[in-house]
């Protein structure tokens, strides 16, 4: 859970995402986390934990120490008003170069705080990409993307 809540304060407390985004849910374990978006919340985001990988990327140091990595899924929702897909799209950047920046200091600073809560990585699994038109009849645009956070281990 720890993992979650640096991922939630990286983007929740970025800047460029306070500026464009109205309404910030996470999961937090209550009945209201999965409270629908509605037209006056918009721009919407949402991250949720997914499933943990089952899968492990592994190897056997020269002292014969078990080093794995493991992955679960983030995924991020976002819901905008309108009928343009852009501006789905933008948010998504928004939120990607918040989780991804290419300013030198600040990938510094935030893989730091990702590694002290065991973070080794972050990879993009899915950006968010919106549903098709027909889903558009009540003036949102939902989407849905994800990231995997891959964590070390030493078995």
């Known amino acids: 859970m720890a993992a979650l809540r640096e991922l939630v304060r990286i983007v929740r ?11 910030f849910r996470s999961w937090e374990g209550r009945p209201t986390d999965d409270d629908a978006p509605a037209v006056g919340n918009c721009p919407w985001v949402r991250l949720t934990p997914g499933p943990i990988r089952a899968q492990r990327e592994a190897a056997i140091g020269s002292t014969g120490t078990f080093y794995g990595r493991e992955s679960w899924t983030v ?15 933008n948010l998504w950047a928004v939120l990607k170069d918040a989780l991804f920046s290419q300013v030198v200091a600040t ?25 098709g038109p ?22």
């Open 107 to 131: 990938r510094a600073t935030r893989d730091a705080a990702l590694a002290a809560v065991g973070i080794a990585d972050l990879q993009l699994e899915q950006p968010a990409t919106p549903a």
């Open 13 to 23: 407390t970025d800047p460029v995402v306070a500026a464009n985004v109205k309404t």
């Open 134 to 155: 027909e889903a558009w009849s009540d003036g949102l645009i939902e989407a849905r993307g994800s990231v995997s956070v891959w964590f070390e281990s030493n078995q």
């Open 75 to 89: 995924w991020i929702d976002t819901v905008v008003e309108g009928f343009d897909p852009a501006a789905s799209f």
